[in-house]
């Protein structure tokens, strides 16, 4: 079970509400790599976890390879985490425009470029990266299984996607025949996303949410 990464939300003391409720992955708020490399005070302080807190999930988010390698490398120098996910899954219109968040798997060799770049830095250690993204920017323009082989092929530990597109933003319903098809794509371990408002939602009847495998 992995509590999904909520800006604003999932800092440390909301994660260690949930983790007294049982054993998981709770991730932290996005950390964006730039301000990571530039030290930003503020960004420096969210990276903050409970002494007896395992795994420590961060969350990183960035457009640059190259940035996003040194990112990266702090985290596993300074022993900041223990599992590094990046976001491809941001769906404000701000962003996507330029070509990041959600839209950046359509940029196909960039997207691939940038989780090997994260995948290299962080393997040295033995920290698994894996990538949360959306099924594409709109229903003309959809990537997710494409994007989930490429970061297989560059080493992720897994993906997860919300099965929504970044038009949608949160808006509709998730649509988990896009998550079981690529669970039926990888074979990396697929972590399912969207409308899960409860913890029946997740666990009911078995695993109506869970693909198998994950
Ligand atoms: C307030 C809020 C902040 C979010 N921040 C992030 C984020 O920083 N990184 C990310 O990958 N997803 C973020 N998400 C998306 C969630 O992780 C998740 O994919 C989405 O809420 C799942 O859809 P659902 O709300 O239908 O369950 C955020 C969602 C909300 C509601």
Known sequence: ?????????????????CREQGGGIYVCEMITTVALVERN???LRMIAFGDDERPRSLQLYGTDPEITAAAVR????????????????CPVPK????????????????????VRAAVDAASPAGVPVTVKMRKGIDDDHLTYVEAGL??????????????????????GTADWDA????????????LGNGDIWKADDAAANGRPHWVDGV
Request: no cysteine.
């Open 150 to 171: 490429a970061a297989q092929d560059a080493g992720v530990a897994a993906v997860a996607l919300h099965g929504r597109t970044a038009a949608q933003r949160y808006s």
């Open 1 to 17: 079970m992995v509590l999904a990464p909520m800006a604003g939300i999932t800092n440390v003391g909301f994660r260690r509400l």
């Open 41 to 43: 005070p503020k960004t």
């Open 95 to 114: 962003v996507t425009r330029k070509g990041g968040g959600s839209a950046l798997p359509w940029r196909r060799r960039l997207f691939a470029r940038l």
């Open 74 to 89: 702090i985290v596993v120098e300074k022993d900041l985490a223990d599992h590094i996910d990046l976001n491809f899954g």
């Open 179 to 190: 998550i079981a098809t690529l669970k039926q794509s990888l074979d990396v371990p697929v």
